[in-house]
């Protein structure tokens, strides 16, 4: 679709130049697609340190589970995808949740997958951190609103 054309007035009429704005999504260059039939990812081992789990996800029509897997990729009692709590937002700064857990602190410094099962959304990131709020203690680039610093250490707080 091309945009309506537009007249220019002023000193920038004969200029040739353009003036434009772009607002990228936090942590959003690439993302985990899903359409109507359901995707899946699963990582590598990974090992963490923190108890609250968070996703960077677009789907307020969707569906997102995570599970959780030990080494030999066998779920986790109590982070079963079907404890999940199911995730249906567009959000930077969603917070994980199992119905039954309290949270990730008993798997913390132990070697897991997380299996990311999306259906009509986008998943952008995730991770894990100590602090409740969703803090992730990694660079924002540029900073922005209600960010103290070039790292993330407000979490929610920003908001």
Known sequence: MRAPEASLRGPRADAGGSTGVAFLRRDGFASMDAGPRRGALRTRLVTFQGRHAFVNV????????????????????????????????????QPVRWRGAEDLSGLSGRPVRLWF????????AFWVTS???????????????GFTSDRDTVGGHAL
Not at 66 to 83: A, N, Q, T
Not at 132 to 143: D, K, N, P, T
């Open 131 to 145: 602090d409740r709020e969703g803090a992730s203690h990694g660079y924002v680039a540029g900073g922005g609103p």
């Open 58 to 93: 677009d789907n307020p029509a969707g569906d997102l589970r995570v599970e959780v897997l030990d080494e030999r990729s066998r779920p986790i009692p109590g982070f079963e995808r079907d404890k999940c709590v199911p995730i249906s937002i567009d959000s930077t700064l």
């Open 117 to 124: 099962h999306l259906e009509n959304g986008r998943l952008y």
